[in-house]
């Protein structure tokens, strides 16, 4: 079976400050990986993915994820969060492209100004 | 552009009575509508996958005789939340597939009094 496990429920950092969110996965194969992030009283958002390749993943609003098939991990990074960045972060895995992914349990990301 | 909509964004009905949302595909057509439940605080659970000309797929826990659902073409998907209580309230996602990728919508948020 597939699982992910996001091992921290908040995070909270300085604006400016470098994050990384963790994420965890167990899956036999290597899976399809992504993060979402859903700002207050919204839906989701995709900020990237992962098949195969670079494993380093570049996405939108200078966030980028690093995975590792050793690890089981797929950690997302930013080098100086904005106090804009603050929202519930997940990470999701897909065994299949055409499957509907599995969430996280989210990482509330808190950025004091 | 590829967009999904869902309505109502809001909704409120009265405990053991039902409630229908829907899932608009533009732009695109979904050849699979995936379902999400978000309790208040928690992450987003699966409810079902359907595929056009497939049998709908329901995880543990979800049954199509609670939730039943929709999928007549490749723009629209509705499902039914069928004598709510308490515990289903929250944010109901769908998610509709082109081959390629993953749209989701703003949600339906769903209140039972």
């Known amino acids: 079976a597939q699982s992910v496990t996001q091992p921290d429920a908040r995070v909270t950092v300085s604006e400016g400050a470098s994050l990384q969110l963790r994420c965890k996965y167990s899956?036999?194969?290597?899976?399809?990986l992504f993060w979402y992030v859903q700002y207050p009283r919204q839906g989701l958002q995709l900020l990237l993915k992962y098949y195969s390749g670079d494993p380093v993943v570049q996405g939108v609003n200078s966030f980028e994820a690093e995975f590792s098939k050793s690890n089981s991990s797929f950690h997302l990074q930013k080098a100086s969060v904005h106090w804009s960045d603050s929202a519930v972060y997940f990470c999701?895995?897909?065994?299949?492209?055409?499957?509907?992914?599995?969430f996280g349990a989210g990482t509330k990301l808190s950025v004091k100004p | 552009g590829a967009l999904v909509y869902q309505y109502p964004r809001r909704t409120i009905c009265k405990s053991g009575t039902s409630m229908r949302m829907e899932c608009q595909a533009v732009?695109?057509?979904?050849?699979?509508v995936a379902w999400y439940r978000q309790s208040p605080q928690k992450t987003f659970e699966l409810i079902a996958l359907s595929t056009v000309n497939s049998a709908i797929k329901y995880e543990q826990n979800f049954t199509q005789e609670k939730f039943p659902i929709s999928h007549p073409n490749l723009s629209f998907s509705s499902m039914t939340v069928l004598n709510a209580y308490l515990e289903d309230r929250g944010l109901y996602l769908c998610g509709a597939r082109d081959p390629e990728r993953l749209f989701f919508g703003h949600g339906t948020k769903l209140s039972v009094l």
């Open positions: 732009g695109f057509q979904a050849t699979s």
């Open positions: 999701a895995l897909s065994m299949e492209n055409n499957n509907a992914p599995r």
């Open positions: 899956y036999s194969a290597t899976p399809y």
